[in-house]
Each structure stands twice: as structure tokens, then as C-alpha cells.
């Protein structure tokens, strides 16, 4: 299956069911691997940024000033140089309320695209394959919360 895209009335594109039909195993193991080290975008919409900003207690101006990026007319969360995300510190410390980008992975379309990515991704995320077997329909509702984030 090239290109895994979630159509809300069909579920999860493609002519057969995906090579995940059986579901897959996913625990986070909070190793911060996907939070650090590579430069990225981790985007936020207007309700997670009123979210996240609650829940460090600050307005959403100084959120906005000192977490935020703009980038392409949408907001990212800031990285320091080495591309570690600005809300990661031994843990994330929005780890409750995290953007959906973060709350969805792995289940990622091009994750998701055949076995070989699914595998890939093992060799850098210590949770791929390990705890919880997600249905088929939690990686479905996961690739529309993560497609549909911005409208």
C-alpha cells in the first residue's frame, strides 16, 4: 500500500486491507528518541496551544513568545540547536498534554506505508513492537486525529 491515507467514511485507503490488518504493537518508552537529536517541526494548533498553556500555568502570549515558532503561517514548537525539542528535559514535560503529533506516533502514514517503514522505524523507537497490540481501528482513529489536526 503506497501511501496510507485515512478517508473518514472508508477507514484506512487501499484496494485490501493494510499489511497492520492484525494491529501492532506499540508502548512509548519514554527513551525521548523522537523528541531529540534530528531537527523537525512539531506542530500545535489553537487548541493545543490554549492546553499547553494552561497547563504550564502561563498566558498564551508568553507561551506563543517563548515556546513557539511560526513557520509556513502555522506555529511549531521551538528546538535548541541540536534539535532537541524546548519541551523535552529527561521526559516530556507536556507529556499530558502533548500536541496530537506527539500523542499519534507511530501511527504516522508514512510509518504506516508497508512493513519495511513499520521495521525502520524499530531501529530508532524502542516502543515499536513492544506492550499494547493497537487494533486496527485505534491506528485508524490515530491517522485521522493526526491528518485532520489542522481543520
Not at 113 to 122: P, Q, Y
Not at 138 to 151: A, S, T
Amino acid at each position: 500500500m503506497d501511501n496510507v491515507k485515512f478517508d473518514k467514511n472508508k477507514g484506512v485507503q487501499g484496494s485490501t486491507l493494510p499489511w497492520f490488518k492484525e494491529g501492532l504493537k506499540f508502548e512509548c518508552q519514554r527513551s525521548g528518541r523522537c523528541c531529540r537529536g534530528e531537527p523537525g517541526v512539531v506542530w500545535v494548533n489553537k487548541k493545543e496551544i490554549e492546553k499547553i498553556s494552561s497547563f504550564l500555568g502561563i498566558s498564551q502570549d508568553a507561551f506563543a513568545r517563548n515556546y513557539l515558532r511560526s513557520f509556513n503561517e502555522r506555529f511549531s514548537l521551538v528546538e535548541y540547536g541540536g534539535g532537541d525539542c524546548i519541551m523535552y528535559d529527561n521526559g516530556c514535560k507536556i507529556y499530558d498534554v502533548r500536541p496530537s503529533q506527539c500523542r499519534t506516533f507511530p501511527f504516522w502514514g508514512p510509518n504506516l506505508e508497508n512493513r519495511a517503514e513499520w521495521e525502520k522505524l524499530r531501529k530508532t523507537c524502542p516502543g515499536i513492537d513492544k506492550g499494547k497490540l493497537h487494533t486496527l481501528k485505534d491506528i485508524q482513529d490515530n491517522l485521522k486525529i493526526y491528518e485532520g489536526r489542522f481543520g
